[in-house]
């Protein structure tokens, strides 16, 4: 892939090259006679020995966690592409990690938009995955389920069409094995709305009263308002902490 293709990839290239210039070790991009295929260039290199008396050489990869080449059976979590990448980087230049100091750099991200971010409330830590509810991205939530300790389950309360759709889901997951021990927390949300399905109604159009074995909580919330938000946040915390 040509340091010129993508913008992110050039970015990236440049920064490295900055990066060893400012500490002493001036490079080339993309230089060419390395390896015996020319079409297999490396994205740089220094001018001079950079460890151990060779010279460093990269390639760089972005790569996406949903691409359906980066996902598998065995390897559906985050960083899995990444790791996929490096190793493929590994294996195309295998010839010059004798002769050079060769760093496989592969950085992933996410096309689809998932959002992490790591909360502090009432001195608890916790780390929240917005997946979204989005037919498209609905399969990829199960790459996310590992060491999950809680379940947020946000409802559109004023979608009546929509909540079988939402009960059929909640019970797939519900049934991962990777989630039997996950505290559930469903928001009712939109309650601000003046047509919005009740929490009595909702709950029984989830059947969250066939749920067995495991704890859980319904909460009437307004993402607009705010209301509700801290009484589901102060129920859950004891359950869901690192």
């Known amino acids: 892939m040509s340091a010129g293709r993508f913008p992110r990839h050039t970015e990236?290239?440049?920064?490295?090259?900055?990066?060893?210039?400012?500490?002493?070790?001036?490079?080339?991009?993309?230089?060419?006679?390395?390896?015996?295929?020319?079409?297999?260039?490396?994205?740089?290199?220094?001018?001079?020995?950079f460890k151990s008396g060779k010279q460093l050489v990269w390639n760089d990869t972005c790569t996406d966690s949903f691409a359906k080449g980066a996902l598998n059976a065995m390897a559906c979590r985050?960083?899995?592409?990444?790791?996929?990448?490096?190793?493929?980087?590994?294996?195309?230049?295998?010839?010059?990690?004798?002769r050079f100091c060769f760093w496989a750099i592969a950085i992933e991200t996410s096309s689809i938009g998932f959002n992490v971010e790591t909360l502090q409330y009432n001195n608890v830590k916790l780390q929240v995955w917005d997946l979204g509810g989005q037919t498209s991205i609905r399969p990829y939530w199960r790459c996310y389920y590992d060491?999950?300790?809680?379940?947020?389950?946000?409802?559109?309360s004023s979608d009546k069409e929509r909540i079988p759709i939402a009960k059929?889901?909640?019970?797939?997951?519900?049934?991962?094995?990777?989630?039997?021990?996950?505290?559930?927390?469903?928001?009712?949300?939109?309650?601000?709305?003046p047509h919005s399905t009740g929490v009595t109604d909702l709950a029984n159009g989830l059947a969250l009263s066939a749920i067995r074995n495991r704890t859980y909580q319904i909460?009437?919330?307004?993402?607009?308002?705010?209301?509700?938000?801290?009484?589901a946040f102060e129920w859950l915390v004891p359950f869901a902490y690192f």
């Open 12 to 49: 990236i290239n440049n920064l490295i090259h900055n990066v060893l210039e400012r500490a002493g070790f001036p490079s080339i991009l993309e230089p060419t006679g390395l390896v015996f295929e020319d079409a297999k260039r490396p994205d740089g290199c220094t001018l001079f020995a």
């Open 78 to 98: 985050p960083g899995s592409s990444a790791e996929k990448a490096e190793f493929a980087k590994l294996t195309k230049y295998e010839d010059l990690l004798d």
């Open 147 to 156: 060491k999950t300790t809680a379940i947020v389950f946000v409802v559109d």
């Open 168 to 193: 059929n889901e909640l019970k797939l997951m519900l049934e991962e094995e990777e989630l039997k021990d996950a505290v559930l927390v469903v928001l009712a949300n939109k309650q601000d709305l």
């Open 219 to 231: 909460f009437r919330t307004s993402a607009i308002t705010g209301d509700g938000i801290n009484a």
